[in-house]
């Protein structure tokens, strides 16, 4: 907000209503929760809804804290990288696979069969120079 030209009164000013509005809206609805008798089915799906997201939107923020709390651990933040990498390595190959064009992926498949070929002969040589010197 401060980029859009506020001050961080202003910003501080308008967290702070966003957090009491929140609050009051959420006492409400325990309020409700308290005082529904059974009969009155107006106030129930108001009450279950706000309820549920206060729940989603603190299960967001216990995850996001334990994420921030792990990375700043050297070994987790390590095992998290190198978990990713292997998790995610196949899609990422396979996303660079689809933005590249026929021709390039022609190319890449020339190039691959060249250095197979390449392989092979050199396979062969090694296997070649084996029997010569077990003769």
Known sequence: MTSEGFTPNQIEEVAFKATTKSLELLSRSI?????????DDY????????????????????HWLD???????????????????WKFFFNDKQNNLQKKTRTQLMNRGV??????????D??????????????
């Open 43 to 62: 106030l129930k799906p108001k009450m279950f809804d706000r309820w549920r997201r206060f729940v989603q939107f603190r299960k967001i923020v216990k």
């Open 122 to 135: 050199s396979t062969q040589q090694d296997e070649d120079m084996i029997n010569h010197l077990s003769d």
């Open 67 to 85: 994420f921030i709390t792990n990375r700043q651990q050297h070994q987790k933040a390590d095992m998290s990288y190198c978990f990713n990498k």
């Open 111 to 120: 190039l691959a069969a060249k250095r197979l070929d390449a392989l092979a």
């Open 31 to 39: 309020g409700r929760w308290k005082h529904w008798n059974g009969t």
